[in-house]
């Protein structure tokens, strides 16, 4: 995948997207999938993208399972991922934060108290000042049989936070990845960089040439500044752009999407920003389209007919189940 031409020296980059998101220039915010997929009738899901970065996905819209099948079981566990494979999800989505021995693991909040049963001492408050070994005492599946006991299963007590390296080591190069980078400027002293952290297990489980070849890691992020110095350690990884529905305006859309086309080939916006002008926008700087996150089939229909490139879901099985409504219609 080559990289996009460089007009602008990075932090000149990182402070036109500052000041385009109404962020402030000092202090960053804190926001599947067989390679080849069988469809029902034997058809299959080609790759992700061709060519070059700003190539629409030639396959039609991607499934990208949000936090894993994380309407189906617990979010960020093996169950939740090892669901969202079976019901065949284009991409798997692990939210990153680092511990205070710098290990990543899977997991949304910075802190553990809303997910995470057991010892207070280890189960409470920030995860980045708990160790690998601390988390390993965290139950993160018990939650979610107590917010959806229709849903509950006793398999999900007990389910660990597994680490990135955990899930590589599971699923390898036979899915698709959508990392975010979560609060990655709040680092205690003496934790790496997560950029780096991250680099390094792409590499070591030979998935960043994979990544610049067939978009086989895609990696997202709300801070500006966590995805350029991604393009300084690697300026040929697939970059995303999340966006918050704060974050642009018609008026500002313009600016905003220009700054993120200087280093990301995508955006992945909050849905409420999706329209036909914002599609438009999108189009004519050859930036993918990934909307978050939409569990309303509706809403999945109104994404798809605009002509999105993929949506988030903690539901895979329903989005995909759109999807190929949405093709049929479209091929019919």
Not at 70 to 77: F, M
Not at 286 to 294: K, S
């Amino acid at each position: 995948m080559p990289s996009r031409p460089h007009p602008l020296p990075g932090a000149a980059l990182g402070l036109v997207l500052l000041l385009a998101l109404g962020l402030p220039a000092l202090g960053l915010p804190a926001p599947g999938l067989p390679q080849v997929r069988v469809m029902e009738g034997g058809s299959t899901r080609g790759p992700l993208m061709s060519g070059t970065p700003e190539t629409p996905d030639p396959a039609g819209p991607q499934v990208i399972a949000h936090r894993g099948a994380s309407g189906h079981a617990p979010e960020h566990t093996l169950a939740a991922y090892d669901l969202a494979v079976r019901m065949g999800a284009d991409f798997l989505e692990p939210d990153l934060q680092m511990t205070a021995d710098g290990v990543l693991v899977a997991f949304h909040d910075a802190t553990l108290d809303r997910t995470a049963r057991g010892p207070s001492a280890h189960c409470t408050g920030p995860i980045r000042e708990r160790t690998l070994a601390e988390l390993r005492d965290c139950d993160v599946g018990s939650w979610f049989n107590e917010r959806f006991p229709d849903r509950a299963d006793p398999a999900f007590v007990g389910l660990g936070i597994p680490t990135l390296e955990e899930l590589f080591q599971r699923y390898g190069a036979s899915v698709r990845w959508y990392p975010e980078t979560k609060n990655p400027d709040e680092r205690l002293p003496g934790q790496p960089p997560m950029e780096e952290v991250l680099l390094d297990l792409l590499h070591a489980h030979d998935l960043r040439d994979p990544a610049v070849e067939r978009g086989q890691v895609l990696i997202q992020s709300f801070s500006p500044a966590s995805l350029q110095r991604l393009r300084e350690l690697d300026p040929e990884l697939p970059l995303v752009q999340l966006l918050r529905a704060s974050d642009a305006t018609p008026e500002t859309v313009d600016a905003v999407l220009d700054a993120v086309a200087e280093y990301a080939m995508g955006v992945g916006p909050n849905r409420a920003l999706v329209n036909g002008a914002f599609m438009e926008a999108a189009r004519a700087r050859g930036l993918v389209v990934h909307p978050w996150t939409v569990n309303d089939p509706a809403e999945m229909d109104r994404l798809l007919s605009l002509g999105v490139d993929g949506i988030f879901s903690d539901f895979p099985d329903v989005l995909g189940a759109r999807v190929r409504a949405w093709a049929e219609g479209k091929d019919g």
